[in-house]
């Protein structure tokens, strides 16, 4: 079993719709989870951290489900520029931090 | 501010050639990963420098892959001998700090192919 593990997808949706992405984890000494997003062809860069509490900016929001060590990403009203392969983060709880990225979620929005 | 630099962008060598990547991090920043991506796989961490120490080296193929990071600024990954799976995108990032909240900042890597 992978340490992280997401839904490849692809997911092909429309412009204004919402999606969501899950992401599952295996180890519970996890401690920081992140979400990146990687264009085509491109280097991953950073879309949001996940906090307990859940947190949203503009119309992504994340949420984190500790007892069931499970990730999500919520995209509304979808745009064209929103399409790309996002990554789940998951770093764990010692002092260097390991880092375990998940394969990732292709998302493709569609006029 | 200068994003991480890496070189060469694009590499094709023969299997059992050997083969070298230079990464240089964003000034200041403490923290170094390379990271190997495979086609349609996330990025696995190779090795995790703080400073000039290594911190994680788990997953480097320590038979034919080596690292380092001289002064604790940049660092090169070198590959001997390459085989054909080792073709991938190699990736290297930077954080500021040392804790595990802190955003990774990538270069835009090396792509690798072996023949």
């Known amino acids: 079993r992978k340490e992280v593990e997401q839904d490849p997808g692809p997911f092909n949706v429309p412009e204004g719709a919402t999606v969501a992405f899950n992401c599952t984890y295996s180890?519970?000494?996890?401690?920081?989870f992140f979400w990146y997003r990687q264009d085509c062809r491109k280097e991953p860069k950073l879309l949001m951290s996940v906090y307990s509490s859940g947190n949203e900016d503009g119309r992504f929001t994340a949420q984190l489900n500790r007892a069931s060590q499970y990730i999500s990403l919520l995209i509304r009203d979808s745009k064209l520029s929103d399409s790309a392969t996002y990554l789940c983060v998951v770093t764990l709880n010692t002092n260097a931090g390991k880092s375990t990225f998940g394969d990732g979620t292709t998302l493709t929005v569609k006029p | 501010e200068a994003g991480v630099a890496q070189s060469p962008r694009y590499k094709i060598i023969e299997k059992r050639q050997s083969v070298a990547f230079w990464c240089n991090p964003i000034?200041?920043?403490?923290?170094l990963y390379w990271y190997q991506q495979i086609l349609g796989q996330g990025p696995k961490l190779l090795i995790q420098?703080?400073?000039?120490?290594?911190?994680?080296d788990s997953q480097l193929p320590k038979d034919r892959f080596s690292a380092e990071r001289l002064k604790g600024v940049d660092s090169t990954l070198k590959i001997q001998p390459a085989k054909l799976e080792d073709s991938a995108v190699y990736l290297c990032a930077s954080s500021s700090g040392t804790r595990v909240q802190e955003t990774q900042y990538f270069g835009p890597g090396t792509r690798l192919l072996v023949l």
């Open positions: 180890n519970s000494a996890s401690q920081s």
């Open positions: 420098f703080q400073n000039n120490g290594v911190v994680d």
């Open positions: 000034s200041g920043h403490a923290t």
